[in-house]
C-alpha cells in the first residue's frame, strides 16, 4: 500500500509538470506571437505617418508648380487622383501599390520642374522639395524597419514548432512594403 501510493503520487506530479510545461511553452510562444504582430502594425503605423506627411506636401508642391506650368494638366490630375487613391487605402497592400503609382506620379512632376528653370529657383519650391526630400528619407527609414520587423515576425510564425500554434490561432504573414516594377526606373528628363 505505501509504495503504491508514492508511485501514484510520483506519476501525478509527473503528469502535472508536463501539463505545466506545455501550458508554459503554449502561453509564451502565444504571447510572442501577439508581441510580434503589434510590432508589424506599429511598424506599419509608423509607415502611414510618413506617407501622410507626404500627402499632405503634395498639395503645395502641385500649386507651386502648377502657377509656372499650367499647361501640363494631365501630370497635375495624374498626382492628384495618385494621392487620393494611396490615402483612400484600406489596407497595407493596398497602399503599397498605390504609393508606388504615387512615386511613379511624382517622378513625372519633377520632369516638368526640370523645364521650367525659374521655378527650380523659386524659394517656395525650394522649400517644399526640400520638406519632400526629407519626408521621401524618413519614409525610407520606416519602410526599411517595417520591413525588418515583417521579416521577424514571418520567421518566428514559420519557425517548428511556433508555426503549429500560429496555425491554431490564425496568425497570417505579414506582406513586405516592396516597391513595385514602375516605380524603381528613374524618370527621364528630357530638355525641350
Do not use: C
Not at 520632369?111 to 521621401?136: C, H, M, S, W
Amino acid at each position: 500500500m505505501g509504495k503504491a501510493k508514492i508511485y501514484i503520487i510520483i506519476a501525478v506530479i509527473v503528469v502535472l509538470i508536463i501539463i505545466m510545461s506545455i501550458y508554459s511553452f503554449f502561453k509564451n510562444t502565444y504571447n510572442q506571437l501577439v508581441i510580434f504582430d503589434e510590432g508589424v502594425k506599429t511598424a506599419w503605423a509608423q509607415v502611414e505617418n510618413q506617407l501622410q506627411r507626404r500627402y499632405d506636401l503634395i498639395p503645395n508642391l502641385v500649386e507651386t508648380v502648377k502657377g509656372y506650368a499650367s499647361h501640363e494638366k494631365e501630370t497635375f490630375i495624374d498626382v492628384a487622383n495618385a494621392r487620393s487613391r494611396a490615402a483612400g487605402a484600406n489596407s497595407p497592400q493596398e497602399a503599397m501599390e498605390a504609393n508606388s503609382a504615387l512615386a511613379s506620379a511624382l517622378g513625372r512632376l519633377m520632369v516638368i520642374v526640370e523645364r521650367y528653370p525659374e521655378l527650380k529657383a523659386n524659394q517656395n519650391f525650394i522649400r517644399l522639395q526640400d520638406e519632400l526630400a526629407g519626408t521621401e528619407n524618413r519614409l525610407s527609414v520606416e519602410r526599411r524597419r517595417y520591413n525588418e520587423t515583417v521579416r521577424t515576425y514571418n520567421q518566428k510564425i514559420r519557425s517548428f514548432p511556433v508555426n503549429m500554434i500560429a496555425g491554431m490561432f490564425e496568425f497570417e504573414r505579414a506582406n513586405l512594403f516592396e516597391v513595385a516594377g514602375e516605380a524603381k526606373q528613374a524618370p527621364k528628363v528630357e530638355f525641350e
